[in-house]
């Protein structure tokens, strides 16, 4: 019988009236930082966001803006400078300092990519293979352009502009060089499929994987959505619509592959309306697989819809879990149900077990938003114990103010001919940073154009980082500023060269003193569990891996300054031990 992991964290401290028996802070309520302007001139709507752990940087990416633009606000001075940077590319930016900044990508010439790897301005999608190469793609309404990063998304040295024809693909990193791009091929009615490069990008398989079919009674499934790698049982999983014989969502799940399948396997979740186009998914860190989705409740007999339809009703942003990947489900926990508004655009993120951040769309009264205005605002719930019976969640407002106030249109390319706003697109996102805290994407149309003062063009990129509330991963709070504590280099790649495992089995932190100021108490976490509150004038720790099969550990710092400043620093580490010389 093999052992359980454990973890020996020995604390050391010099002041001898240091006391353990003070348990930690509880975490503060759920918060965001002031909202950062990540471009004043290139559009946002559609924002992705990917976290590099190995090359320590923020990717964000969205759609250029072609399809989004708002007949009204041509007249804008922000015209002149879109049509000057535009590109025919997905825009990307990328952070060095945790959020607090990004830098347009340059591969010259006001390009983001080489073009000969990149042609496509709209649907971008990040993912990160095994090796840390960070995927990105790009449409131009008939091919899927794929292309890839060895630098944490500052350059993108692979990549084909035609991995397929198609529209909306979603892409998954799986082993080194290995990705996998879904897109709804222009080959047939149920045409959605999943194409697969084992080069880093350069190249895409001629031949795709099927993910949708004819069901009894009429209706059909289809892939749809953001889909992910479960990388030990070696499968993909994607989101899938249910709908009857009419094309109208009744139901949603997954889809799930193992390698050397012929087609994916659908999977019902849930029987409902669909107010978006798809569901979002998440898996967690140990497997766990949840659902996130809006609907579309209609009072039968009314006519106040858009275009004589049945007047919408409120409605709620609801969860399912599978602890199978999809073979059994939980039932439904409602995320949001607001009185008298309207939620919808959910996305997913997850961290440790059971523990989740769902951002949500909000109006500010129940409209048919395709033809009728609302003010809208951006909402976050942190969710802890969504793999159990009775999950918390606490929820806050993102940005503070409203990032729209006006009719959103959901008809794809003939909004712009019909002079509807599509300025923030069909979807925002959000994921979680190296801290194991909520970050978040969403395009802005409530700045106006300094020039007329009326409405953009498009939208711009809004970024956003939780500023307290519980981190999802590695335990403690997220109301620290990222900090340099002491904890040594993460073991694994940095600037993607190979470096000698840092974690030597066992190793001692000494907590460093910001410049000025001391540190009054530290609490040290190891795989979200808090294992030690430090207190007195030198703290000090060891930690020691000997005796552990090989895996990764959390091991997060959580330090007070004399002053009152909160600092963090979180590392993983492999269990690996450096090779004796001979």
Known sequence: MIAPPRLLILIVLASAAAAFSAPPAGAAPLAFSKPLLVDTQLAGGEPVLLTDPVHHTIVYSSHEGTTHLYRPGLASGNTLGFVSGYRNQVNIWVSRDGGASFKRDDFGGGFSTPPSKNSGFSDPDLTQDQSGRIYNTGINLANDSLFSSADGGVSWDRGTANCHDGDRPWLAGA?????????????????????????GGNNCSANGIPDAGTLSGGGSYTGNGKLYYHAPSQQLIEPVNFQDAGGQTTG???????????AFTPHKAVDTSLYAHWAAIALDDAGGLYLVYDNDPRTPGTAGGCGGAMTPTANQITVVHSGDLGQHWSAPFVIARPSGQRVFWPWIA??????????????????????????ISVKAATVLGADGANPTLQSADVVGHPVADNNVCQSGTTCVATGEDRRLGDFFTNALDERGCTIVGTGDTSSKDPLTGGDRNVALPLFIRQSSGPALRGGGDCSGAVGVLGLPGSSGHAGGRPVACASRRRFRIH?????????????????????????GRRLHATVDLRGLPRGRFTVRVQAVTRRGRHLTETRRYHTCVPRRRR
């Open 511 to 535: 907590l460093r003193h910001p410049n000025g100021d001391g540190l009054m108490r530290a609490t040290v976490f190891v795989n979200g569990r808090s294992v030690r509150v430090l207190r």
């Open 252 to 262: 949603l799940g997954v889809g799930t592959w193992h390698r050397g399948d012929a």
């Open 175 to 199: 082993r080194p060089n290995e990705v996998f791009l879904a897109t709804n091929t222009a080959e047939g009615a149920l045409s959605h499929q999943i194409f697969t490069s084992t080069d």
């Open 350 to 375: 997850a961290g440790d077990r059971g523990k989740l951040s769902v951002v949500w769309y909000q109006t500010d009264r129940v409209v048919d938003l395709a033809c009728q205005t609302a003010k």
